[in-house]
């Protein structure tokens, strides 16, 4: 069983930056593509961004490419989602997902394992 546990959402300013943290555990974390979706209110889920196992390669969403970075790093076995310069349409809950598949995919039933979500508001 792989659990997801994303952390980091606050309430920030418009401008500001903030770091999101998905911690993986229960299976090796490395084997697994991993990615960045988020829900705005009143909208669907949408793709944010995606790496590979080997952390190599990344994918973004037009939206966000200039201003947000995805990593991971393995020794903490966690993934994060760097977002600067946080605009009020950034605001979403952010969930982080895991494919036992190929990497980079940009919707989600590519993913099988999903957090909980956390949330980002943005004041302007």
């Known amino acids: 069983q792989v659990r997801l546990v994303e952390s980091g959402g606050k309430t920030v300013q418009a401008g500001a930056s903030l770091r999101l943290s998905c911690l993986v555990s229960?299976?090796?974390?490395?084997?697994?593509?991993m990615a960045w979706f988020r829900q705005q209110p009143g909208k669907e889920r949408e793709f944010v961004a995606a790496?590979?196992?080997?952390?190599?390669?990344?994918s973004y969403a037009n939206s966000v490419k200039d201003r947000f970075m995805i990593f991971r790093e393995d020794a903490q076995n966690t993934i994060f989602l760097q977002i600067d310069n946080l605009k009020p349409e950034d605001a979403a809950v952010y969930y982080c997902?895991?494919?036992?598949?190929?990497?980079?995919?940009?919707?989600?039933?590519?993913?099988?394992?999903w957090g909980q979500g956390t949330q980002v508001i943005v004041s302007s």
């Open positions: 790496i590979t196992q080997s952390g190599i390669g990344t």
């Open positions: 229960g299976r090796t974390f490395t084997r697994y593509p």
């Open positions: 997902a895991a494919s036992t598949g190929d990497g980079l995919g940009r919707t989600e039933n590519l993913y099988e394992y």
